[in-house]
């Protein structure tokens, strides 16, 4: 039977890279000369620091364009909300999602099952496999998903006849 497997994953040598550029860019732009702006990655989570909220913003932006660059998509991103740190500074936790999960997961078998197509859905972990009998029915599913409003960014990997 033709299955395809829904994943979320992140490429996170290409994170380091976005975020290494970043840092690049902070240590030779004029806006932040004197300032202490920096960005840490630890796991599935970076720590941005920055000395006011206009500081803070600019990081944010450049952030999400060295993604675009990197061929990464900013959704991926799940940015809390900023808090503060020593002295005046601003500390803002970003955590990089990876997977799917639970309540995204059941929201798009739901959204299958109520479809009506001649597929098959199923959670296996953070990742969820479709399966059915004919490739135009996990096209159609395929096409289903991305139509609904889903702000993580998806693959479609693991094709098979």
């Known amino acids: 039977m033709p299955s395809f497997d829904i994943v979320s994953k992140t490429d996170m040598q290409e994170l380091d890279n976005a975020l290494a550029g970043m840092t690049r860019e902070i240590a030779t732009r004029f806006d932040f000369k004197g300032s202490k702006c920096t960005v840490e990655r630890k796991d599935n989570l970076i720590t941005m620091l920055a000395d006011d909220d206009m500081k803070l913003r ?19 991103l799940d940015m809390k909300e900023p808090e503060k740190a020593t002295g005046n500074s601003l500390r803002q936790l970003v955590h990089v999602k990876q997977g799917i999960d639970q309540t995204l997961a059941k929201r798009i078998v739901k959204a299958v099952k109520d479809a009506k197509l001649k597929v098959q859905a199923s959670i296996q972990g953070d990742e969820l496999r479709i399966t059915g009998k004919k490739r135009d029915d996990l096209q159609t599913a ?19 006849d």
């Open 58 to 76: 600019q990081m944010q932006e450049l952030l999400k364009g060295y993604l675009v660059r990197r061929k990464l998509d900013p959704g991926c």
């Open 142 to 160: 395929i096409q289903l998903v991305r139509e609904q409003k889903i702000e993580q960014p998806l693959q479609y990997v693991n094709f098979r």
